[in-house]
């Protein structure tokens, strides 16, 4: 393991073309392969942590076959820490949370979470890898939404991943947003969305798709509330 981390995380060759070897895909390819063998899950099971730093470092390389092997090695620690396949459904109809998983189980993986959003918003509008490397962890966040102590640090940094000049960008941090709103607060959270005609029109977009799911969460919910008091409602002539 030590040999092949290492081996993962040495910088490439400053140009690389197309057939160049690549050791650092090779290593990653096996990574994800150890993982993902059940008999090797207890002797794996003490370096998910690492791994998953190691993986996230690659999702912002320049070349995109680290990248690519850096994604699917994040999608295979995911999948070993949520105990089922959920992470390879990564569809965006719908979001689904797992009630299994804490993030007191992976330590250290909210601050990856955080620290990927971070470099996403940072370089917000310019061609690069780190809008990429953003999408693990809003598609993680929608399955597991973070502790109430760091709800609102991690709200703000996908609202700002919804001001991105990427459409594809703004549409997942919206529905991002939504799992990080708390059913208690989503009408004052809503209404501090509103946008104004002062933002630039990906800003306004963004925000609005938020308030779309949001208020679309909020309708489901009272529709669903309605229907459960007509049930327990005995008849008239009861």
């Given at each position: 393991?030590?040999?092949?981390?290492?081996?993962?995380?040495?910088?490439?060759?400053?140009?690389?073309?197309?057939?160049?070897?690549?050791?650092?895909?090779?290593?990653?390819?096996?990574?994800?392969?150890?993982?993902?063998?059940?008999?090797?899950?207890?002797?794996?099971?003490?370096?998910?942590?690492?791994?998953l730093h190691l993986a996230a470092n690659c999702l912002t390389s320049n070349i995109w076959a680290i990248r690519n092997c850096g994604l699917m090695l994040?999608?295979?620690?995911?999948?070993?820490?949520?105990?089922?396949?959920?992470?390879q459904n990564w569809s965006d109809e719908s979001i689904t949370r797992s009630s299994r998983f804490t993030y007191r189980d992976a330590p250290g993986l909210?601050?990856?979470?955080?620290?990927?959003?971070?470099?996403?918003?940072?370089?917000?509008?310019?061609?690069?890898?780190?809008?990429?490397?953003?999408?693990?962890?809003?598609?993680?966040?929608?399955?597991?939404?973070?502790?109430?102590?760091?709800?609102?640090?991690?709200?703000?940094?996908?609202?700002?991943?919804?001001?991105?000049?990427?459409?594809?960008?703004?549409?997942?941090?919206?529905?991002?947003?939504?799992?990080?709103?708390?059913?208690?607060?989503?009408?004052?959270?809503?209404?501090?969305?509103?946008?104004?005609?002062?933002?630039?029109?990906?800003?306004?977009?963004?925000?609005?798709?938020?308030?779309?799911?949001?208020?679309?969460?909020?309708?489901?919910?009272?529709?669903?509330?309605?229907?459960?008091?007509?049930?327990?409602?005995?008849?008239?002539?009861?």
């Open positions: 393991m030590a040999d092949l981390k290492a081996e993962a995380e040495a910088p490439p060759a400053q140009k690389v073309s197309f057939g160049d070897p690549l050791p650092q895909v090779h290593a990653l390819n096996c990574l994800r392969a150890i993982f993902l063998n059940t008999v090797l899950g207890t002797s794996s099971e003490r370096h998910i942590t690492t791994c994040f999608k295979a620690l995911i999948d070993r820490l949520l105990g089922s396949t959920d992470s909210l601050d990856i979470i955080i620290k990927l959003l971070q470099r996403s918003t940072e370089q917000l509008d310019l061609e690069s890898t780190a809008v990429e490397s953003a999408f693990p962890a809003l598609k993680l966040l929608q399955r597991v939404p973070p502790p109430p102590g760091s709800r609102t640090e991690i709200r703000d940094l996908v609202v700002e991943l919804c001001s991105s000049p990427h459409w594809q960008v703004r549409e997942m941090a919206a529905r991002t947003h939504l799992a990080l709103v708390e059913q208690e607060n989503s009408v004052s959270i809503i209404t501090s969305l509103l946008p104004s005609m002062s933002l630039c029109q990906n800003q306004i977009h963004g925000q609005l798709l938020c308030v779309r799911y949001a208020v679309s969460a909020v309708c489901q919910n009272q529709a669903r509330q309605g229907v459960t008091r007509k049930l327990s409602t005995p008849p008239l002539n009861a």
